[in-house]
């Protein structure tokens, strides 16, 4: 495709460079009275392109047939940029076909403020596109599985909501917590209707007081942020998303880019209020490029729907796994197996282990860290809530992830994981995997210790059953924070501790470099951890550790998770308060006192 898009451009440069070429010798040889339908008939293969064949992108100037750039949902086949869309053409690209109902397609607004012109304005536009409304709403199946759905469009008065807008989508919500359905919303918006006044404000509220019924029936909302999704549209229902989900290069904001430089007196930066900027920042789930996004949509639904599969006959917890060795490894000599450069990391682990695998960003307060993964997946068909550290391979890799130590957005952005599991009723799965949580200025100013008191708190009790799995250090309260769990795990290798062997050495003696010995005496390693009832199970490492074999690693887990999964989902179900009790007093019963 590349090679055809490059000919087709480069054929067109030299047509066009020849073309005028010849126009200055015909202007310098042939008589003025010869116009340029004579021109145009000598040089007929190099008439202009007709439009309906070709387009022409406005980001990268490339140029394409129409034929193959429809054929890629409207996406520009050189540089990727998505071109906007009309609702029916999103709705048409997400629903399956035929499954489109439309719902109050004749509901108008009224003219609130008697704005001049505005009724014959919206008559103009109504002829122009088809369209009633800036908004398309109604009801369809996405793979197979029923939604509401609706799709906005910037091409009606730039997709901004008055009270039809607002009004077509509160009653989407709540047709959609009538049916128990989910909602899968495109917007597209310059914000509130100017030319209905403080009535388009109110809609943001309104709107947003339909969408938290629908959240508080259990339901699904997946908003999908389009390009532009800016002022009132932003800061009212597109943002209330349980998972948002944009497109490469989408507009996002509240306030314009113009009105914002104009007040700090700054030029912003190209990528401004871009949909990767808005990630980074913690506001935005996932950007998914625009052929996948149904397929994404699909699997996400699934990923929702309840699942009920007590299979008869499930394993209890440690039946089959792996015998663990004869030999008790001491905590120096775990301490190097951890450390083996070639140690798995859970990012390597995660593809043996889940499918369908939906990475979620963002603590929608300050930004996303890296340092913590979070996202969807099932582990052997059932839907899971997987959260954990996040190590690296490498000083490049590493430093991107803070090597594995999270700031308070991390645990902030974990907290949200672990709420949303609750609202599915998925369990959630956690793996521990760091030094602690980052010591810095930044962690300090945004509240490290607030973050991992928050989650204790919280995690306590979450109605969905909490597995814990050690994979290599646990680090003091950066471990914890994520592992108040009913049933912790760790591998034979790994280790748990309330500060790091080098910080316990320090601090006791003044003298780190006895961190073999401090290791050694902390009582860190997992068979420590059972004997202390901390750790309920041991899981083999193969022989010289997990890196050298981090599939049979992988397996040994997988089997722990998915019977243990099934057993907790099931004691959850069955006596959901009497799991909860048993949680409290796991935790409870330590620390022996006379
Ligand atoms: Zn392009």
């Not at 509401?148 to 730039?158: K, P």
């Not at 919280?458 to 250090?473: A, C, H, K, R, Y």
């Not at 005496?521 to 050298?548: F, Q, R, W």
Request: include cysteine; aromatic fraction near 6%; charged fraction near 25%.
């Amino acid at each position: 495709m590349d090679d055809t898009f490059s000919q087709m451009r480069a054929r067109l440069e030299a047509d066009k460079k020849f073309f005028e070429q010849q126009e200055c010798a015909e202007k310098a040889s042939v008589p003025a009275d010869v116009g340029q339908v004579g021109m145009k008939d000598r040089f007929s293969y190099l008439m202009p392109i007709p439009d309906d064949m070709w387009i022409k992108c406005p980001s990268c100037q490339g140029v394409m047939l129409r034929e193959d750039f429809e054929e890629n949902h409207s996406v520009c086949l050189n540089c990727g940029h998505c071109f906007r869309v009309n609702a029916r053409e999103r709705i048409a690209m997400t629903a399956d076909e035929g499954s489109f109902e439309e719902l109050w397609e004749t509901l108008f607004g009224k003219d609130p403020i008697s704005f001049p012109r505005y009724g014959h304005r919206l008559s103009k536009l109504q002829e122009k596109t088809g369209m009633t409304e800036a908004v398309i709403v109604g009801k369809a199946a996405i793979g197979g599985y029923p939604c509401m759905i609706g799709a906005m469009d910037s091409n009606f008065l730039m997709g901004s909501m008055g009270s039809a807008v607002g009004e077509k989508i509160t009653r989407l919500f709540e047709e959609a917590t009538k049916a128990k359905l989910p909602v899968v919303l495109f917007s597209a918006s310059g914000g509130a209707r100017m030319q209905e006044g403080i009535v388009s404000l109110m809609q943001m509220a309104k709107t947003s007081a339909a969408v938290e019924r629908h959240h508080r029936a259990g339901l699904l909302y997946l908003s999908i942020m389009t390009d532009p999704t800016t002022g009132g549209v932003t800061a009212s229902f597109a943002s209330l998303g349980d998972i948002i989900i944009t497109e490469p290069g989408t507009l996002i904001g509240f306030a314009g880019r113009r009105v914002i430089e104009g007040t700090i007196a700054q030029a912003l930066p190209e990528d401004f209020q871009r949909a990767e900027f808005i990630l980074k920042h913690g506001f935005m789930d996932m950007i998914i490029p625009r052929k996948e996004m149904k397929k994404a949509l699909t699997e996400i639904i699934a990923l929702h729907l309840k699942y009920s599969s007590v299979k008869n006959g499930a394993p209890s917890t440690g039946a089959g796994l792996p015998p663990l060795s004869e030999h008790r490894s001491k905590g120096s000599e775990c301490l190097s197996i951890i450390r083996n450069r070639e140690r798995p990391t859970l990012m390597e682990y995660l593809p043996m282990l889940f499918t369908d695998i939906y990475e979620t960003h963002g603590d929608r307060s300050v930004g996303d860290d890296a340092a913590m993964f979070t996202g969807i997946g099932r582990l052997d068909g059932r839907p899971v809530t997987i959260i954990g550290h996040r190590k690296g391979k490498g000083l490049l890799e590493n430093q991107a992830c803070n090597f594995g130590m999270p700031h308070p957005e991390g645990y902030r952005k974990a907290l949200r994981a672990m709420k949303q599991a609750e609202k599915f009723g998925r369990p959630v799965i956690t793996f521990i995997d760091t030094p602690g949580a980052y010591c810095g200025v930044a962690a300090e100013e945004r509240g490290q210790g607030e973050a991992i008191a928050r989650n204790l708190l919280e995690m306590m009790p979450l109605t969905v059953p909490i597995i814990s799995i050690v994979i290599g250090e646990g680090g003091s309260g950066g471990a914890l924070g994520i592992a108040v769990c009913d049933e912790l795990a760790m591998t034979s290798n790994a280790i748990y501790s309330v500060i790091s062997p080098r910080g316990f050495a320090s601090l006791i003696w003044k003298d780190p470099s006895r961190e073999n010995e401090a290791a050694d005496t902390a009582h860190i390693t997992a068979y420590d951890l059972k004997d202390m009832k901390i750790c309920n199970v041991i899981l083999a490492e193969p022989e010289s550790g997990a890196h050298s074999d981090p599939a049979e690693m992988a397996s040994t887990m997988k089997q722990y998770l998915t019977a243990t999964a099934e057993r907790l989902c099931a004691a959850f179900e069955a006596d959901p308060i009497a799991a909860m009790e048993a949680r409290y007093q796991r935790f409870r019963q330590i620390g022996d006192c006379s």
